[in-house]
Structures are given as structure tokens and as C-alpha cells.
């Protein structure tokens, strides 16, 4: 959010307005060096990737917010963002990719910034790594799994997240199912709605909405960056003086830049970039492979899927769009040509973890149903298993209340299978394969996020 309005404040600049102001941004950035002593680093591609990292910090928000926006504990010093944000050598296009903050990954050696121990290479979630070793062990642990060379480096937190966004008097969002989240307390009925300061953070920061979790929250943050950008772009909030003085005030109150980031490529930028809107930025996620990998000492992880990662991070290196040309054309012929027996569903099957058991006499039922689960794009664990009750007539699927809309897109690709909630079961789903069990229905979601490219520009998910 910071970088987009950042450049809006540097579009103003270069067209005379507010130079002064553009000039002195250098005297009010903090900043950091993660770039010191770094050896072997990949070769640096065509157009400039910035490295945007968001932490936890909540040191300014008041208690009455704590309480209003449930913004309790203590801050865990760890990134809860991370994305590449790639701007081609052209100036006409941002690409911007999350890595999962849960991303399995591998550090470089590397000394403990907060205990000072020397450590050798060892498995950590990529959100750990702020913590181990700030900025540095960050940029040289992203580098290290994407092989795409870090040109700059932004580090934000959300304490002045909220203001900001009153002061670009809210964002507009829409959503075609309504979202409640009992962690953040976000609670949004379906259609369109302007978000204030608090309403934001509780959007961007929600992951208890459906199976999607933290996959789903990435998506809801590119969502309201499209949209802060049209805002930001569109609205004249920055044409106005006084509350381009407020924005800059707003925006300036938590950035952490790398020496290099200055005033002098924020002013090139801004001149390259002044035709710049939502169609000219692209998001997608990268590529998943398994969603429950677990490690020992780490937990759960997310693995990357090797092969369509390395091809996307090859399009950032090679400075190519990240969307497929003719997208619209594209969907349409697909649309057109669609299988009749697929259904429209709200949560892709991609995002949906689950274990089947084989709950009928009939042995290999529950190998069948896995893999035929698999082949239409869920996310099974491949290792099916024995129900206890081998004598069920019906498919079962039981479901954690609060994935409720992943296991009605599961019981729609098991047609005639019984729903049953379980309270504190997860965000696993568990098929109970029954003696009925025929075939699986392939569906699909309309939802540009969820389709197979994974990449969508910022004018397809803005509100009508």
C-alpha cells in the first residue's frame, strides 16, 4: 500500500507539485542496509524487483482500538507479508507476487540477530526469517528459493495502516459471499462496501474466513492493493495539498528503505509511471505443491510447486507479463467450450485439504476416491485410510464449522454425499467414502483468483 501511494506522492512530484516535499522523503525514511556483505547472488534480470516485507509492529495503535479491531498480543517480529514487487524496465507494467508466509525454505549460514549464535544452513518457515536475521537473512533467504536478485528493499508495519486509509477517505471492496472472521472480528455481508482505517487491517489480515486461510488472506491483500491503486489514482485524494501533506505524513510514519532507495529513483519512477492503474498491475500467488508438508521442529509448512514456481520467477527475471495475452478472449473460449457436468463452486478445490477413508467393504475404494479427488485438482493427503465403520451406504464428508463453503465445493464434486460439521476438526476435510460412491464431478470457481493461471490484473477484481 505504501509503495503504491509512495508513488502516487513521487507522480505528483514530477509534475511540479510538491518537489520540496518528494526531496526530503530521503531524510524521512529509516533506513536499513540488507545488502551488506551479500556474495554469490543471482544475476540480476531486466526491469527492478523490490522486496515488500510488512511486520506485525503495533506499537502506536491506541487500546481502544486493540480492543475495537481485536488487536491484541504481543508482536511476534516476523514478517506477515512478503511479495516481490517486480516494475518493468519499461515502467509500463507491476507484477506482484506473495510468497506464503508458512513457504518452506532453507536459510543461508547466518548469525542470530537476537541471540547472536552462528547458525549453518537449516529449514525455517520463510516468515521466521525476519526474526533470525532482520532484513539481510530476509533478502538472502528469498533470493536463495526464487533465484530472482533483489534490486531494493521496503519494510512496513500496520501501525499506520489504519490512518492512512482514513486518510485516503476509505478503499472500496466487494465480495459475492459474505466474510466473518471470529479472530479479527471482520464481519463484511455480501456486496460492496468502503472500508475504514480498522475494517481494512481486519480484511487484510483475516485468515479464519474459509479453507483458504493464509492463501485466501493474500489474495483479499493484492484484492484491496488493486484497489488502492484505483483509488489512489483516480480519486484527486492527491491532487489536493492538504491532504497530499496528510497521505505523506501518514505513509512516512513506518517505512524502512535500503540506502539506495532514494530520492532520485523515486522521482525517475514516478515520471515513467505516470500513465500508471489498476490494468497495468498483475497478482498472483506462487505456485503451491502441497499444503500440508510437515516438518520436524517446524510444523506444518507450505512445499512450492518446484516446476511452475522456477517458470514464474523466470518471467520476473526475464521482465515478461505474468498473465497470459488476450486473457478475456482466453476465458471466454474456455467458458464456451466447458465440460455441461462441471459446477460453479466459491472455493477452488486447490485450496481445499482432504483426507479420504474408505468407509464400505469394498477394498481400494478409498485409493479410488483419493486419487479421483486429486485428478480434479484437490488437495488430498495420498495416503487414503480405514474408516472404523466399514458399512456405510452413503458418502460422508464432516467439516469444521468454519470451512463451511470449502465443504459445500467438495459436496458438490461428491454428488449426494452427506454433510456433517465437527467442531475443532481443522481446516482438513475428511471423506467418509460410502458404498454409493460413483464418480467425482469436476468443478471449478468464476472467481478470477482461483483459476488455473492464478494471475489476474487489478481492473478484473475492482468493483463494477
Known sequence: ????????????ASAGIGHAVVTSLDENIARVDPFKDMKNRPAAGHGMNVLLVGTDGRDKITEEERRKYRLGGAPCHCTDTIMIVHIAADKERASIVSLPRDSYAETPAHTDQTTGTEHGPHPIKLNAAYAEGGPQ?????????????????LEVDFTSFMQTVDVLGGVSICTKQPLKDSYTGLDLTAGTHTLNGGQALQYVRSRHVDG??????????????????ERATSSGVLLNPMKFRDVTRAVLGSVRADQGFGTDELLDLG???????????????????????????????????????AALFQSLRDDKPLAPPHKAAHEAAHKATAQPETVHVDVAPGQIQVQVQNGSPTEGLGKRVDG??????????????????????????????????SAKSLAAALPGSELRAVRGQ???????????????????????????????????????
Not at 213 to 224: K, N, V
Not at 381 to 388: E, L, W
Not at 427 to 453: H, I
Open 1 to 12: 500500500m505504501r509503495v503504491v501511494t509512495t508513488i502516487s506522492v513521487v507522480v505528483l
Open 137 to 153: 537473512l530476509t533478502v538472502r533467504t528469498v533470493e536463495s528459493l526464487t533465484h530472482v536478485k533483489i534490486d531494493h528493499y
Open 212 to 229: 483458504a486461510s493464509d492463501i485466501g488472506r493474500m489474495q483479499r491483500q493484492q484484492r484491496f492493493l488493486a484497489a488502492l491503486i
Open 271 to 309: 515520471r515513467a509511471m505516470r500513465n500508471f492503474s489498476p490494468s497495468s498491475s498483475e497478482f498472483t500467488t506462487v505456485p503451491i505443491g502441497q499444503m500440508s508438508y510437515v516438518v520436524k521442529g517446524l510444523g506444518s509448512t507450505l512445499k512450492w510447486d518446484e516446476p511452475k514456481a
Open 372 to 405: 479421483a479427488l486429486a485428478a480434479t485438482g484437490f488437495h488430498t493427503t495420498g495416503q487414503p485410510v480405514n474408516a472404523q465403520d466399514r458399512t456405510l451406504k452413503h458418502t460422508v464428508i464432516t467439516y469444521d464449522p468454519r470451512w463451511d463453503r
Open 426 to 464: 481443522g481446516p482438513l476435510l475428511k471423506v467418509l467414502a460410502g458404498a454409493d460412491f460413483k464418480e467425482v464431478t469436476r468443478v471449478r470457481v468464476e472467481d478470477p483468483y482461483q483459476g488455473d493461471a492464478g494471475v489476474v490484473t487489478g481492473d478484473q477484481v475492482l468493483c463494477p
